[in-house]
């Protein structure tokens, strides 16, 4: 039996890091780049026609940049799966890419391993996000009011935090996904925010959980 290929499409401006990044993946033996593109309109050209399990974009690229590529693709598809990879000067745009609803987000000089990592966190439906990255976010967010939690609450985010999805959280705390969904719409409601990425960046920031 063939093993199931996740499609991928790698969207930078500069060549030898596209062609770098694809010898990396290509040595997963699950992944196969089918498309590497050099700005964001040719990535948004080209998702419809490859229809990709993930996207591996940077966020400065000529042409539409990656904070609106990823905003005009995840309108479409909210399902869409994004991994953002830049450098560490980049922090100033990361909660605008959150906000749009990617997966996650890390460094160029993060080494093969987180990479990898990553791209096998994310396809499994989980978000990933480099920690120094993480603590920049949280050290630069304004505080918000206090908010009022639920216990229940208090302890399906702490669960959030740690990368679970709504259905292994319900066999974890013996409730239907469907109640784990709700909490997770109260959450996101009570808090302001958008998409359980920046829930995550907003229960550190303010001391909602412990921190990392």
Request: glycine share 4%; proline share 2%.
């Amino acid at each position: 039996m063939t093993k199931k290929k996740y499609k991928v499409i790698i969207a930078d401006d500069h060549t030898l890091f596209r062609q770098g990044l694809k010898l990396i993946l290509e040595d997963m033996d699950d992944i196969k780049v089918v498309a590497d593109v050099a700005n964001g309109k040719e990535l948004i050209q080209i998702v419809s026609v490859e229809e990709p399990d993930l996207i591996i974009m940077d966020i400065n690229m000529p042409v539409v940049n990656g904070i609106e590529a990823s905003k005009i693709l995840l309108h479409d598809n909210p399902e869409l799966k994004i991994l953002v990879i830049s450098m560490y000067g980049d922090e100033q745009y990361y909660n605008s890419v959150i906000e749009n609803g990617v997966r996650g987000f890390i460094l160029k000089d993060a080494d093969n391993s987180e990479l990898r990592t990553a791209v096998k966190m994310i396809l499994n439906g989980k978000s990933y996000f480099s920690q120094d990255l993480l603590l920049k976010l949280i050290r630069n967010r304004q505080a918000t009011p206090k908010i009022v939690l639920t216990a229940r609450e208090k302890e399906i985010l702490g669960l959030i935090c740690e990368g679970l999805s709504s259905s292994e959280i319900a066999e974890k705390i013996f409730l239907s996904e469907r109640t784990i969904e709700n909490h997770r719409a109260n959450l996101l409601d009570k808090t302001g925010c958008r998409n359980s990425l920046s829930l995550v960046i907003f229960a550190l920031r303010n001391n909602l959980i412990d921190k990392p």
